[in-house]
């Protein structure tokens, strides 16, 4: 053939002059310029396979970043504003990426970003409002706990909207499973570690919190007090307040510091997930961004502990168990076997599979009260799954899937419970009175 | 005789307005398919490889090639074409793909369009159109080599092709099993040679008559063919004689299978779910009504029926077929061969929807390839 | 916006629809949530999975069933509006690309129809995920083979359209080779049934036409594939060489050997570096120039034989070493790192241009030294990570397109390599498509009567030209065609009866209503 070869149409992506200088979106761009737009993100996301649009995608959302960034969007436009905001921060796109786009980083700048445009809603302000204050969290959590030991949440769950669903979450932590007491052995070789006591979990899952304590103890681990402690900030981080996030992580960083701790336990994923990229978090603080990093490093979820230590093998607990992956433990942080291998450390107790375990249940933290109809649809698949397994009890460890999945159970009216996996291995291990 | 010779010859018939039946040993043409047409054109001396790299396993050939031809070109580099169209090797690759006629081997290696990476073409205005490429896998372009496949001349007249070759297997042997038993003892050892790990590259299932023409005995025989390394095809042996009583019979028999239709006056080939087929077979293949042989193909999913044989008489044969066959469970019900008077009556045309229509009018706008040979235009 | 081509003189006023109106009419077919006409949403779809190609739609459609996809093809054929199908976006030829039409995606039909296991088949929606009709269909033991290496995100229906390939079409074929029947909506808004879902069909192969067509011929809303059962073992080599030469003779040896393997793929040292740099880091040895990743399967004593022949062939070839994964986990591995090999060049710069080309099997060691050669002319880094057995190379650059001088060398390498696997006697596509990358390449590889032939099967399937308009063929290929202003298609001389193609009115500026 001697047709002469054609002018190759180059393909070109340029990036002329930047929309957005100086905003923290800007600073992300090279997480951006990773995406190769390959869309092997677009099956891994509940909120694409649930709205079916790709602006509610990871590539979607990436394309709208770069928009924003080449001023092709503007951060007013409320339909960006709109796709940004129905992300759930799950995650799950990140494991299926292979050019390694941090995801999750580039939400939360651009959650930042377009937070100077426009207000965050009323309810999402209200919370993180209280979450970043001691003396407004207490009482709140007290309260909760009050209303949540009545009857009140359990009457009003059944409610349309909102409120109702807020009434099941809270009625969903009064559900744990019953055990005795008992009074774990201390040995403490295993490392001295400190526990994120959390504002949820310490509000509304004390009996986690201190089941935690206690099975920490039991597989050899020294428990530290860490005063001082306060909010992780993931909540924040996750809304774009990233400064009110800084400063909660700086806060924090330095009670851990001064706990002296090898380890630092956490047994809510979100919570977890955040510590874990504190360093991120503070890269450009010059005065706290090695702590950070340092703080960063000890941070573990529970179940990482546990195994790490067997964990000791508990009493009979003979009851049908299925297990739900929590997305920042599994996504984020990279934790899938660790809490099997604590569930398989009880005698007796039979694990159910749960179909599409992976997939995000919908509570994404505050996501579930912000943006209830995305979060419902997501949701929904997941509760068929639950019914389908015919367990009693769904483990997960995180306080979001277990509020989200808890309340979701008792307004379908399926006869199952949330719980952490901790409260199982605790109840084995009060089963052998150790 | 070359491409242009081909153009020119069209472009005359354009002219003339005198259409043209294309042939080359006019065997396949031979199916009484009624063409209306005076002039014949021939591809028969159009034939000789025309490039061949045994490493890259692909061959082009000219059109009017023999099977035979392409049989001893390939195997000398250990390789083959595995395409074994009823019929005679003595037929050329040009028909073989124009009548996408297909033999036992296909239902592991494919159809002729399987095989088929590129061709050229010359269509009804006498332009000469290449589809495909010389590499085995491409995808620029439209299909046009799927679209001559099996158009039976009426769009282009195929001058050359570009095949896919295999290497010839170390081993190459082939098992008669004859079924004895009662109807259901044969659905049985159907089942379960059908359910079976067994990867064999042909497998067909014949009736009493077919066997006998075969001379392979006295009951309905299922021949099998295994090739490979050694060991799979130990493998295979081993666990069929789990099974039931392979007996080994030369590979000469599948020549004797193609052949069987030679002096047929109607082939049918029905084609359907395979799974039909298999809850059918054993009462079909008991049927024994002389003249007519039955194969069956359990995986490819097609029977085939040959009426005619020397022994034959027509009036029981069509009985036989309408007794042993529901149409309307298939859906494939195609003829290969029919006695040219009865064409119009039994076959309507194929190619009458509209798309089909269209395609023809565009590539042969004056009607002079091969015209009626599918039904007529509408 | 860009403002319409056509002057409202040329356009009778009485056909003349705005896009306001367009998307109220479709937004009744499918309900106003899946339809986008908002520039800022419609800016996600100006791109598939080869972002260096932008193309801004007008409007996005997304019917949520069969019925409305019917719908929506009968009113914009009632319209004369041309469209352009969708799937996932992950094709990687711009061919899912709308300049200023509709797009119709089909990513909502995503129903399973209909599981026959024992005749071993499925009908499915064009929106069914590769992955999911696979992992539907294993507890029955059986498998959709083709493989893209984005099965988990690309759809059926794309597959169909692209005619799309993977690694283990070397032995299991592409996916003409397993598509039995469709049923397709024309652009008119006819519906047909091609091929056959029950057995064999006489007549011309349309439903082999349509395979490939690139979305040029109407949209499959329900496509029949035949399953193929699991093979009863398979086995995954990775032999390592410290020459891209040596690893590319053995891949001639090994299909001179007469075995079929299901996938022989390679790898080059710049890829086995970025796989490895990346969350796929599959264990490949990081100082070997050239690995070549062979999977046999079939039955047990058969593969164990052929295992042999090949790591002898490898050996005898100057392979350092030949390492045969234990256990399915270590298979997927080795696996992973070659099917995110693509993603994981994203690290590498932040634009890439993916090549695909397909060469004769033999010459792929001239081919590859020349590749080589380019590369060192013009200073690229090019990654080679393609599948030998088939000869299908996939040239891959990681560059900047922010850096004109680069962009530039980066160009004259791309074309300098189509060109030597042109001049080889490839094609100049063997799974991607032609779309709009390649359409400049067509003529170097078919005659005018060649692409004329194409343009009129078109032309019967879509003649009015409006499905995916300005793809695979170029336009001014066709003898009868011929581009107006702006490059949008017109049919020359309009039958009475027939509308004409024509762009969407740009909507008159008013406030916003949000």
Sequence with gaps: MTAALPADPLPHDPMPGCALPGTPLADALPGINACVHCGFCLQACPTYLNLEDENDSPRGRIFLMRSLLEGTVKPDDPSVQQHIDQCLGCRACEPVCPSGVPYGQLLEATRATLRESRPTPFLARLILFVFAREWLLRPAMFFSRILAATPIPTLLSGINGRLGFAMAMLASTGRSIERSRYRPVRHGERGKVAMLRGCVMDGLFNTTNRATERVLAVNGYAMLDAPGQRCCGALHAHAGDLA??????????????????????????????????????????????????????????????????????????????????????????????????????????????????????????????????????VLAPKLANIRATGAPWVATGNAGCLMQIGAGLIRAEISARSIHPVDLLDASYAALGQ | ????????????????????????????????????????????????????????????????????????????????????????SDGTIGATLATA???????????????????EFVNGRGEVVRGGGKVVKNVAGFDLSRLLTGSWGTLGVITEVTLRLYALPKVDRTFAIALKGSEQETGRVIHVITESALSPYA????????????????????????????????????ALSQIAKPEETESEIWTRVRQLDGSAHTVVRISSLPVQFRAASARILGDDVGGIYVSIDPRRGVLRIVVGGEDANGDSGTAAIGSSVDFHESQGVIFEKLPPDIWSAVSPSVVSDPLSQGIKRAYDPRNILNPGILGDLM | MTPPQASPAQTPSSTVSTQSAVAERLAEIVGERHVLSRQSELLVYNSDGLPGYRRQPKLAVFPGSGEEAVAVVRFLAKQGLPFVPRGAGTGLSGGALADDIVVIGLHRLKKIISLDVENRRATVEPGVVNLRLN??????????????????????????AENAGGPHCLKYGVTLNHVLAMTVILPSGEIVELGSKVGERDGYDLRGAFIGS?????????????????????????????????????????????IVPAALEFMDGPTIRVVEDSIYAAGYPRDAEAILLIELDGLEAGVAADLETVRRVCLDGAARNVKVARDEAERMKLWQGRKKAFGAMGRLAPHLIVQDAVI???????????????????????????????????????????????????????????????????????????GLDKMGYMEAIFSETSLNAMCELRSVFDPERRSNPGKVVPVHACKEWRAVSGGRLRIAEPPAEVHEPRPLEAEPARPSAR
Excluded at chain 1, 246 to 253: F, G, Q, V
Excluded at chain 3, 232 to 258: E, K, N, P
């Design chain 1, 244 to 377: 009110t996030a800084r400063s909660l992580a700086r806060r924090n960083i330095a009670a851990f510091e001064r706990s002296g701790a090898q380890f630092i336990a956490v047994n809510a994923a979100g919570c977890g997930a955040i510590m874990k990229e504190y360093g991120h978090l503070l890269k450009d603080d010059p005065e706290w961004h090695e702590r950070a990093a340092r703080v960063g490093a000890r941070v573990r979820d529970v179940s990482e502990l546990l195994a790490a230590a067997g964990p000791r093998e508990g009493g009979p607990l003979p009851i049908r168990v299925t297990y739900d992956a929590p997305c920042h433990l599994q996504h984020a942080q990279r934790v899938t076997q660790a809490p099997l291998t604590v569930l398989a450390a009880i005698p007796g107790l039979e694990l159910v599979p749960l179909h599409d375990s992976d997939q995000c249940c919908g509570s994404a933290g505050i996501y579930n009260l912000i943006e209830p109809d995305t979060s419902d649809a």
């Design chain 2, 1 to 88: 005789m070359s491409t242009q010779a081909v153009v020119s010859a069209v472009k005359e018939s354009v002219e003339t307005a005198s259409p043209l039946r294309i042939e080359a040993r006019a065997t396949w043409l031979d199916a009484g398919r009624p063409v209306r047409a005076h002039k014949t054109l021939s591809l028969r001396d159009d034939s000789g490889v025309v490039g061949y790299v045994p490493g890259d396993l692909t061959l082009t050939v000219r059109a009017g090639t023999p099977l035979s031809e392409i049989e001893q070109v390939t195997r000398e580099h250990d390789q083959w074409l595995p395409l074994d169209p009823y019929g005679t």
């Design chain 2, 101 to 119: 006629s297909a033999g036992p081997l296909s239902a592991s290696f494919g159809l002729p369009r399987d095989l088929l990476l590129g061709l």
């Design chain 2, 203 to 238: 497998l067909q299932y014949f009736s009493r008559p077919a066997v006998r023409a075969l001379e392979l005995g006295e009951h309905p025989v299922c021949l099998i063919r295994f090739g490979g390394n050694d060991a799979v095809v130990r493998a295979q042996v081993n």
């Design chain 3, 135 to 160: 992992k539907h269909v294993a507890p029955h033991g059986l498998l959709y083979a083709p493989d893209p290496s984005s099965e988990a995100a690309c759809t059926i229906g794309g597959n169909v």
């Design chain 3, 214 to 258: 690139e979305g040029c011929f109407g949209l499959a809303l329900e496509i029949t594939v035949k399953l193929t059962p699991k093979p009863q073992t398979v086995r995954t080599l990775l032999a390592d060489f410290m020459s891209v030469d040596a690893a590319a003779h053995v891949t001639s040896a090994i299909i001179a050997s007469g």
């Design chain 3, 360 to 434: 004769p099997r033999t010459k792929l060691p001239e081919v590859l030294a020349t590749i080589h050669a380019i590369s060192e002319k013009y200073g690229v880094v090019v990654c080679n990570v393609f599948h030998a057995g088939d000869g299908n190379l996939h040239p891959n650059i990681a560059y900047s397109a922010d850096d004109p001088a680069e962009s530039e060398r980066v160009h004259k390498a791309m074309i300098e390599i189509m060109r030597a696997c042109i001049d080889a006697g490839g094609s100049i596509t063997g799974e991607h498509g032609v």
